[in-house]
């Protein structure tokens, strides 16, 4: 009797123990990531100077001298080209990659080839930026030289400092873009498809190129709409390649929200502002990924809405 | 309902994912500055607390390990005679830009290191709301230097005049000790000379820009120049030129209260360039303004060296001259140890000729260059206001004038002498007396444009003459959008001061 009261009693309290768990992440979650998510929509309508005194309320005011701001202005231009043109490209390389190395019918190969397209993503991506400063050299980058060499001299070109070309520059930094989370995403996604329906395609005579056509891509709405949410995400808040190689310029070809966000509070030490800028890169954020995820759902087939 | 579900946690994630991008921390409260006063040294009285102190490249236990050994003595010694103080050395940090970003986000939770770095410029920006005036000080003795000594009976003279005058704020208050200073010069490849038939024995700029051609003309660039939105050797350039463009006039800018003895050109502070702005006397109409538009222009075509504006820093200026890609590099005394170490060729050290008449009618110093060298060095110290809320300004400020006498500064300076020492008593470096022959020449009329009146003016400065340079933008369009920034920074600067004349 007094076991069985005892394993009542546990059973009713049973359900707490993973709460119990999950208590201390989740706290430091609110302390760290909701909390100043929360304080930064507050400190958006403040005039923050950080360590000069408190905030005091402005209202729009931030936001309204952001939209006044040319070179904000031209930092967002830059941020959905440098974003649209980045996600389609990793999309599709990486996309093809994957298809490539599924298509393999040995499974040590694939493994090999997976393992060496995936190795690169452990160097850490500042010396990534900094090695493709030296490809795109003006005196001496391997891109140049290479144009020299194969007769295409006159395309030889000052890269990252002409407005024309360097924004473009800092979108193909990391071809072929195989070494990237969506190639990850895609590679596994591939391998978990369902064997039954590659074998009925394969009876049926479907050949490759329709079964990635309306096989492959139609399962893998989910993982591709993951990659794009991440890579939009990545596109929204990219900073590395203007603190390594171009300061935003020249002029403000390659500025980006982000750079903006970091000289702002940073150097400027206009706290307020800056904080606006992240709100709008929040808001801009949010809507792009509601898009996103709306495509993938919208007519889907292998979801149950 | 399903789906609603679905799309929420996503975009929750989304939205906590970003945040990180607008997250900040919580303000804290900057005091009032105790008056000089209240809060004096008193060598009586006995000194006790805990301080912490960044005392920038001296202390680099891992790249620098002598030059940190000789600082950890030095502060072993006087932690010594004063056993109720104790002092933590905060190892470097790293470049300019992280150790703005380390510093700022330390300010702002009240936790910067008591007696730290900063650049001038910035530290003047934030003035007495964050560092302690140290102007009252500077009229006191330093008890640690020699009786009879310059400094002795007033801390000030232990420091050049030119530097007090450049490290001094808009508002006309000292926030910082400057006790070393960045010369440059113009590293030049002898081999290359030899080869192209040159000698760097130029007598104004148009004979240099020749060279620069033919240089040129033998495939190797002439000089390494950089210019981003962000700092860049360039400034310096622009420092010449535009000194040049109106060093007929600028004298006319000063400022009696700014005014030294015996400097009858010297560089404009903050306040009188801003005030010149604000009264128009710098302004794209003055016909100077199209002079020193066409002087920048000019030796960009014949002499900087292509893919200048951008993936380029000054360590790359470096590597190039090394490597012999450019036949000229503009750096630095920061830069000789290292190139000395690492150049396998013959090469030399010369300076930029003068402007003569001819390129510009207004110049005036058609003999000589201008100086471009400033404290911005590696020994600028503060003390933050924090220090002082907390009761410890006695200490830090008794600490400061220890390691600024002559016998403890020479010490540490000759464990790392990249540049030249700027308190006196102490002597240069074989490699940093080298620059003397640039300290002869006049100073220039105006500090780098990020120092010249806010810091985002400065970028956006540096913004459009990217673009001037590279053809992308003319003259005119220049001129256009230059006007604003140029009375905003103005109007931006003043406020900040608070200036008496920014409603005339």
Known sequence: MTNQHQSASGARWDWLTPYLFLAPAFLLLIALRYLPAVQAVYYSFTEWKGFFGSPEFVGFSNYSKLFHDQIFLASLRNMVVYTVVRTLLVLGMTFFAAELIYSLRNPTMQFIWQVLLIIPMIIPEIVVFLVWGFVFNT????????????????????????????????????????????????????????????????????????????????????????????????GIRVLLPQLVLTGGGPGSSTESPANYLYRTAFQYGDFGLATAVGMIMLLVGLVFSYLSLRIRYQEATDVDI | MLYWKRMLVPLVLVALFLSGCAGTAAPSDSGATDTAADTAADADAELSGSLSFYPQNYYNPEALPDAAAVVEAVRDEYTTENPGVSIELVPYVGDANTYRSWLLTRLSAGQAPNITWEQYSDRNAEGAEVWVDLTDYFEQPNPYVAEGEPGSKRWADLFPDYVLAQTRGGDGRWYEVSLDWIETGLFYNKEVFTQAGIEPD???????????????????????????????????????????????????????????????????????????????????????????????????????????????????????????????????????????????????????????????????????????????????????????????????????????????????????????????????????????????????????????????????????????????????????????????????????????????
């Open chain 1, 139 to 234: 005196q001496t980058g391997i891109l140049n030289t290479l144009l020299t060499a194969i007769g295409l001299g006159s395309w030889a070109q000052p890269w990252l400092s002409q407005s024309s070309t360097a924004l473009w520059a800092i979108t193909f930094i990391g071809f072929p873009f195989v070494a990237s989370i969506p190639f990850l995403i895609f590679t596994s996604s591939l391998q978990g498809m369902p064997g039954e329906v590659l074998e009925a395609a394969k009876l049926d005579g479907c050949n490759t190129l329709r079964r990635v056509l309306h096989i492959d891509l139609p399962l893998m709405r989910g993982p591709i709409t993951l990659a794009v949410i991440l890579l939009i995400l990545e």
């Open chain 2, 202 to 504: 130029w007598t104004n700029m148009e004979d240099l820009m020749a060279d620069c051609q033919a240089l040129r003309d033998a495939g190797v660039e002439p000089v390494g120049v950089f210019i981003t939105p962000e700092w860049s050797t360039y400034q310096w350039l622009d420092d010449i030129f535009f000194s040049s463009a109106f060093s007929d006039v600028g004298p006319e800018w000063y400022m009696e209260k700014y005014n030294i003895p015996g400097r009858d050109f010297r560089r404009l502070n903050p306040e009188e360039f801003a005030k010149a702005v604000h009264d128009g006397h710098v302004s794209v109409d003055n016909e100077r303004f199209d002079v020193y538009l066409d002087l920048v222009k000019q030796f960009t075509d014949a002499c900087i060296m292509d893919g200048f504006a951008g993936g380029v820093a000054l360590a790359d200026v470096e590597r190039m001259f090394v490597e012999g890609q450019v036949s000229m590099a503009w750096l630095t005394t920061g830069s000789a140890t290292g190139l000395a170490e690492s150049v396998k060729f013959d090469y030399g050290l010369t300076y930029f000729p003068p402007i003569s008449n001819a390129m510009n009618p207004h110049e005036i110093h058609t003999d000589s260059s201008y100086r471009v060298g400033g404290p911005s060095g590696n020994a600028q110290y503060g003390i933050t206001q924090v220090t002082a809320q907390q009761g410890l300004l006695d200490e830090a400020l008794d600490f400061l004038m220890f390691w600024t006498a002559p016998q403890n500064f020479s010490r540490v300076y000759d464990s790392y002498p990249a540049l030249v020492p700027m308190v006196a008593g102490v002597e240069p470096s074989e490699i940093a007396a080298e620059f003397q022959f640039v300290a002869g020449m006049p100073e220039r009329l105006v500090g780098d444009p990020i120092a010249r009146l806010t810091p985002q003016f400065g970028t956006e400065h540096n913004r459009l003459f990217q673009q001037f340079m590279l053809g992308e933008i003319d003259a005119e369009t220049l001129k256009t959008q230059y006007q604003p920034l140029l009375e905003q920074g103005a109007t931006d600067a003043c406020t900040q001061n608070e200036w008496d004349w920014c409603g005339e």
